[in-house]
């Protein structure tokens, strides 16, 4: 009977259980069935869910900084674009209480999921094989294609396949480039840069003839630059944009999702692409895209 | 020894001591001074008000009335997890699951509809190639009765979840606009009359509307459904696996209760009674030890069960049936690719894509693919280090019936992207000739030997899901005789006890 009661005792930490037999004498069968328990309340709850989004008082967004239209800082924690937008709105939606905005490259933006320096990364963030298997994607939020932005007097570009022995801008931490190099074999020569205005730099002092990208990038610069350039308009990809976060995180993903879903059936992402691209004469699509899957 | 009348002054309240005990706490726990010995019962003495609880009749009916709650509180658990079981099974097996080959089938049926469309206007005048317009055109047929099957039976299984009904409703609209594109880009194709090849201009017009309307708003709404079916598996397979536990808990808790309530009734009846053992109460605990084990040993094979419908099954049959939808539409791109020049560069990209997510080799353009895919398919399943929906597949797959399947699935899959590099090489008109002729019947093959294998999987799930139905549907139908038996037979074991002190 004794040893029955000490080991009963020995489960005293269990949380939210406290107090249930204390005051009364002790009752051996009670107390054995309390130990038991006691155990395989242990057992059942030691394995904890790995934490999500949805668990965040405050839920981190890395967004891009310079990236007119998407995202761009405008002040100390301040970023506007299309991205911060959805950002926010699917925030709202899976219920998180509060939002912050830090900035991230493309050169950092996993390091910081997997460190856990973001909750949530919405960066022009690609959907690939590559990426899918370090960081978990909900979304896309929308298909971008990729397009060559030109000075407006090249009127000889018409098509990606035109830019053969011409200067292609090489933007770090981006693989746009290789979308004309390597899979379309065509014959470019590139000229690095670290950041896509520094790209743009480089077209305005005719340093590079061509930058190619997704066409929200381009139809950003070329909005806030007036008509010193010219989207081609022959969309050669489909890039996936997703909404990146840690690797696992299923539940997550899955609400993200169903906001996406949500935000597109009730007219919002349809409002906030034309919010910010609906000058650009970029043709847009309303309808949801196809997701991923979470995993 | 004068010392001892001097201890004995303060005697007198000894008396009063041997009077009343009931200060005292030990009382009321020792019976030991109890004259009970006398089988006959000789009722202890009854000092001050007679507390119903100190009398032996009382103590039986009190630890009788325990015995009753925890088994109340056993039986409760059991049925309690149980209809947790049949919720899960029900939400996995019989709706969710064939949510999820329904919306499937629909995907597959639509982006079919789009191929066949592209087909038929490749083709142009030349009816006889390779398997031939009218084939073609029975196939946009077949396939859209399939899809219009298929979105009753997708609305069916939605339910009253908002969301859904609202893609389900989105698909049928769009779905008639789309077969009213479809028949004009038809009708203009066989007005123009062309050879093999790209249609002209005003042809590919209205075809591109069509397929930009099937390809960025009708497919991807069939794949959301798809992929939302397997969001609410997941997510009741969570939510039943803890349920069930947390059951398994309280039914071990309860039944240890009741079984040592059982133990205590039956020590004290025969230490008051002297009888050694109360047969008719020995049965009731060997029942209710009996009953609480296997109830306790089921739904542990339950949580088994359901770990097994879903992931030797269901997530299996997911993936493949993800797989199968991309694959078609990659078969589409292919028509696509050589029907419109303009955008031919597009969807051999999307094409790329997509071999991607089915199969993964770390490649940067189609031609190095190709060589990847030989290279990896070749070595399994010595090596199996793949990534994408087929590819992980084969990867967690160890040596098994599943295994062989697989490896069908992956030589053929590398036969039809033999063909793919052979199509892209070859001149329009017998890049067309490859397309409806070689490349269909591989392509057909290759679905084919991935339908084989969801079908190992969707077997695996089935049997889970029945087995997991029927231990339960044992137990539900044993329990009211369980509470029966248990009950009478612990009346019958009280009861005589308690007559005798009438």
Same mark, same amino acid.
């Given at each position: ?295 | ?125 030349? *009816? ?43 698909? =049928? ?20 009359? *062309? ?29 959301? =459904? ?10 009741? *397979?969570?939510? *039943? ?39 008719? =109460? ?122 062989? #399947? ?38 057909? #093959? ?57």
């Amino acid at each position: 009977m004794r040893p029955v009661s000490v080991s009963a005792g020995a489960f005293p930490p269990d949380p939210g259980r406290r107090g249930r037999r204390s005051g009364r004498r002790p009752r051996p069968l009670a107390l054995a069935a309390a130990a038991g328990l006691a155990v395989l309340l242990a057992g059942a709850c030691g394995t904890g869910r790995p934490d999500s989004i949805l668990d965040r008082e405050t839920l981190v967004v890395g967004v891009k900084p310079d990236q007119p239209g998407l995202g761009m800082k405008v002040g100390e924690g301040r970023y506007e674009g299309f991205d911060v937008d959805v950002a926010t709105e699917v925030a709202r939606r899976i219920g998180a209480p509060r939002v912050e905005f830090v900035t991230v490259l493309s050169s950092n933006r996993q390091r910081f999921i997997e460190e856990g320096k973001v909750d949530m990364v919405v960066a022009t963030y690609s959907i690939t094989p590559v990426n899918r298997s370090k960081v978990t994607f909900a979304g896309p939020y929308y298909v971008a294609h990729q397009d060559t932005l030109v000075r407006a007097e090249d009127k000889d570009v018409d098509n990606v396949r035109d830019l053969k022995d011409r200067r292609l801008c090489q933007a770090a931490g981006s693989n746009s480039w290789r979308r004309v190099k390597e899979e379309r074999q065509i014959a470019v020569r590139l000229v690095p840069a670290a950041t896509y205005s520094e790209c743009l730099d480089k077209l305005r002092d005719k340093a590079v003839d061509a930058v190619s990208t997704d066409d929200l990038i381009l139809a950003g610069f070329s909005a806030e630059t007036g008509s010193a350039f010219r989207i081609v308009n022959a969309p050669f990809t489909d890039e996936r944009l997703g909404i990146g976060m840690r690797k696992g995180d299923l539940d997550g993903c899955e609400a993200v999702n169903r906001a996406l879903t949500a935000m597109y059936q009730d007219g919002t992402a349809g409002k906030l692409l034309r919010k910010w691209f609906g000058a650009s004469g970029l043709e847009l699509n309303f309808s949801v895209p196809q997701f991923e899957g979470c995993a | 020894m004068t010392s001892v009348p001097v201890n004995q002054i303060p005697a007198p309240p000894s008396p009063d001591r041997a009077a009343s005990p009931a200060p005292g706490a030990a009382p009321a726990r020792s019976p030991a001074p109890s004259p009970g010995a006398p089988a006959p019962p000789a009722p202890p003495r009854r000092t001050g008000p007679p507390s119903r609880l100190r009398s032996v009749p009382g103590r039986v009916l009190a630890i009788t009335g325990a015995c009753v709650l925890a088994l109340v509180l056993l039986f409760g658990a059991l049925s309690t997890s149980f209809q947790d079981v049949n919720d899960g099974l029900d939400v996995i097996g019989h709706d969710a699951g064939p949510q999820v080959v329904a919306t499937a089938d629909l995907y597959f049926a639509l982006s079919d509809m789009d191929t066949q469309v592209a087909n038929v206007l490749l083709i142009g005048d030349e *009816h006889g190639l390779g398997k031939g317009r009218q084939r073609a055109l029975e196939l946009y047929e077949r396939r859209r009765s399939d899809a219009g099957r298929a979105v009753l039976q997708a609305s069916a299984l939605a339910g009253a979840d908002p969301a859904e009904r609202r893609t389900v409703q989105a698909v =049928l609209d769009r779905l008639g606009r789309y077969e009213r594109l479809a028949a004009r880009a038809l009708l203009l194709d066989e007005q123009a009359g *062309h050879p093999a090849g790209p249609p002209p201009e005003r042809v590919l017009e209205v075809y591109r509307q069509a397929t930009d309307l099937m390809r960025l708003e009708l497919l991807p709404m069939a794949y959301n =459904l798809t992929l939302e079916s397997g969001t609410i598996v997941r997510r009741a *397979h969570d939510e *039943h696996t803890s349920a069930l536990g947390t059951g398994q808990v309280l039914v071990a808790a309860a039944g240890l209760l009741a079984l040592g309530g059982l133990v205590w009734l039956q020590a004290f009846l025969a230490r008051r009674f002297r009888r050694v053992f109360n047969p008719a =109460l020995l049965v009731a605990t060997a029942i209710a030890g009996m009953y609480a084990l296997t109830g306790f040993t089921v739904l542990g094979g339950e949580a088994g069960l359901l770990q097994e419908a879903k992931r030797e099954g269901f997530d299996s049959v997911l993936a493949l049936a993800r797989a199968r939808a991309v694959g078609n539409s990659m078969h589409g791109d292919q028509s696509r690719y050589l029907l419109d020049p303009e955008r031919a560069d597009t969807y051999e990209q999307t094409y790329l894509d997509k071999s991607q997510s089915v199969l993964y080799a770390p490649s940067g353009n189609l031609g190095a693919y190709y060589t990847a895919v030989a290279e990896g398919v070749a070595a399994y399943p010595a090596k199996a280090e793949f990534l994408g929906l087929i590819g992980q597949e084969a990867a967690r797959s160890g040596p098994s019936a599943r295994q062989a #399947a697989i490896a069908d699935v992956l030589r053929r899959y590398r036969e039809f992207q033999q063909s793919d590099a052979q199509l892209r090489r070859a001149t329009s008109r017998e890049a067309v000739q490859v397309l409806v002729g070689q490349l269909a019947t591989r392509f057909e #093959a290759y679905d084919a030997a991935l339908v084989k294998l969801a079908g190992i999987h969707r077997t695996t799930f089935d049997r889970a899901v029945r087995d997991g139905e029927e231990r339960v549907e044992e137990l539900w139908f044993l329990l009211p005789m369980a509470m029966i038996s248990t009950a009478v037979l612990i009346v019958a074991g009280v009861w005589p006890r308690l007559s005798e002190y009438r």
